[in-house]
């Protein structure tokens, strides 16, 4: 077989290679390898950033020590040491060991490893240890070609791979193996493996330093992906040669990976800045700003989990009900995150963030919630009514319960007249919706809405008003003339009704949608909530739930 690049291969029927042991899949590491592979931890104890997985007794070190010939898969991103260990397990002493890449090896080739190690285990040679890099590249028939094997352990299967294997592993191979989730290297192991590698025999042995504002710079550009980060290294002790300069300085850095450094601290100012600047790009619907703060972010290497959270909260506090969409569009981004990963859910991010900046704006459910918070916390409310209470157990009916609701549906407008909310609440009017995009049609039909259900009696009807005049007043409240409100002048309330919900608002009732008459109805009533102040010196938000700039929110973890 010919080399994948990951790492040279031995032929697959083990005929090229040295003594069992000897690692008959993988070469010795030479002078002029590249770094990352140079500096691969001789034994389990360097390995670094798998701590989850290195208890004594752990799979994992059963596998590398040979104790227990448990077929395993190697599930996690690029660099995090899936391949270095298969490095430490072909360094047993005891086993054969083989290895080959799904990118070029075929189910010939698998039969052929297969064959070889039932015939060396029938004449008393050792157990052979398969490993396969990117596993989920196999088609289900070259996966169905190991299932035998490893059922009756002819081969010990080291698999690896940075795709779900319950989506990309078929069941059965799965259900053969023990699983094993590399987690990615954070910042601080790759920082000790940059160190390491300056200073060790086997990297750069001291010939160099690295600045600190050198190292921050490479260990942002990793991602957590430590062959990266070793890789930038190396180009950079290159440039630093070239020029005889004993130190790696930032501009050094720099040049060699053509990627400028990004001034941005994940645990700083830089990130609560950057964070403010995108919230408040969105909500000011610049979506050019908004996509330059998401690609600072995501070069800077901060964690697409938390740009995702931010885009989810978004799409309820300040798109909300203008665009209902745009949660379903935000928490889609966040699963893909978390299912696809970076790079690629980029993409993910980006699409979320053109729909939240071009969407229509309201905060009228954020307003809403805290208004309502606001009471409950003020000691406002009461016993539920009568009416509402749960009334499907024994002795519930000789309590009063249920007695007197009035089921919806019987009604053929959908709506009857009841009483909802506790005594002390009646009639207060939390949701105020304005007359953006798609809550507009619920501004048009909310004050019919709670005429109805609070018994109102229908305003009174004066001369009749101009055709003009007659039809925005059929967009501002339906059923003034019989027929279904029609929001904007476009069918947005669905077909007609048997018996519409008509009337116009009562009188002295504001236009839906509109400003009220007094300042103080838009205020969230004076019982102690607090507006809290924008975290940049903008105007104070009444019943934010989040801070724009990032800062976590009381029982969010931040990551």
Request: aromatic share 4%; hydrophobic share 40%.
């Amino acid at each position: 077989m010919e080399p994948d690049g990951l790492f040279p291969l031995a032929d697959p029927g083990g005929q090229r290679g040295a003594q069992p042991g000897a690692g008959d899949g993988f070469t010795t590491p030479g002078a002029d390898s590249p770094l990352p592979v140079r500096m691969r931890p001789a034994t389990i104890d360097e390995l670094v950033g798998q701590q989850h997985l290195l208890a004594p007794g752990s799979p994992l070190r059963q596998l590398v020590g040979g104790a227990a010939p448990m077929s395993v898969i190697l599930w996690g991103p690029p660099g995090c040491g899936k391949t270095t260990i298969a490095h430490l397990v072909a360094a047993a002493t005891d086993r054969r060991f083989v290895a080959m890449s799904a990118l070029s090896a075929g189910v010939k080739d698998v039969r052929a490893v297969i064959d070889t190690a039932r015939r060396q285990r029938r004449a008393g040679g050792p157990p052979t240890v398969l490993f396969i890099d990117e596993v989920h590249r196999f088609s289900k028939t070259q996966q169905d070609s190991l299932l035998a094997a490893v059922e009756d352990r002819t081969v010990t299967l080291l698999a690896a791979t940075t795709e779900n294997p319950y989506f990309s592993v078929i069941s059965p191979l799965l259900s053969r193996c023990v699983l094993l989730t590399l987690q990615p290297l954070d910042d601080a192991a790759v920082r000790d493996l940059l160190r390491r590698a300056v200073t060790d025999g086997r990297g750069l042995a001291g010939a160099v330093t690295l600045a600190p504002e050198a190292e921050d710079h490479l260990v942002r550009l990793a991602g957590g992906d430590v062959r990266k980060a070793l890789t930038a290294l190396e180009a950079a002790a290159g440039s630093a040669a070239a020029t005889g300069a004993a130190e790696i300085d930032l501009a050094t850095a720099e040049r060699a990976v053509d990627v400028a450094a990004v001034r941005y601290d994940r645990d700083g100012d830089a990130h609560y800045d950057v964070t403010s600047a995108f919230i408040k790009s969105m909500r000011g619907s610049d979506v050019d700003a908004a996509l330059h703060w998401l690609a600072r972010m995501l070069v800077a290497g901060e964690d697409a989990r938390f740009i995702a959270r931010r885009i989810v909260i978004f799409a309820s506090e300040d798109v909300g009900m203008a665009d209902p969409t745009a949660l379903s569009v935000a928490t889609a981004a966040a699963h893909a995150v978390e299912y696809v990963g970076l790079p690629e859910a980029q993409l993910n991010l980006a699409q979320a963030v053109i729909h939240m900046a071009t969407a229509p704006k309201s905060n009228s459910a954020t307003s809403a919630i805290a208004a309502a918070i606001g009471d409950v916390r003020a000691g406002r409310g009461g016993a539920v009514p009568r009416a509402l209470r749960d009334a499907h157990y024994a002795g519930s009916k000789g309590l009063g319960h249920g007695i007197g609701y009035r089921y919806p549906h019987d009604d053929q407008r959908g709506v009857v007249t009841q009483q909802y909310a506790p005594d002390e609440l009646a009639g207060v009017d939390y949701y105020r919706p304005t007359e953006h995009g798609a809550e507009r049609p619920v501004a048009a039909r909310l004050p019919v809405l709670r005429r109805i259900v609070r018994g109102l009696p229908p305003p009174a009807r004066g001369p009749a008003p101009a055709t003009a005049g007659r039809a925005a007043e059929a967009r501002r409240d339906p059923g003034t003339d019989g027929s279904p409100a029609v929001a904007g002048g476009s069918a947005g309330d669905g077909p007609p009704r048997a018996t519409p919900i008509d009337g116009p608002s009562p009188a002295g009732e504001p236009p839906a949608g509109a400003a009220p008459a007094a300042a103080d109805e838009v205020a969230v009533p004076a019982n102690g909530v607090a507006a809290r102040n924008d975290p940049a010196g903008g105007q104070a938000r009444p019943g934010s739930t989040s801070d724009d700039d990032g800062r976590t929110p009381a029982g969010e973890a931040h990551q």
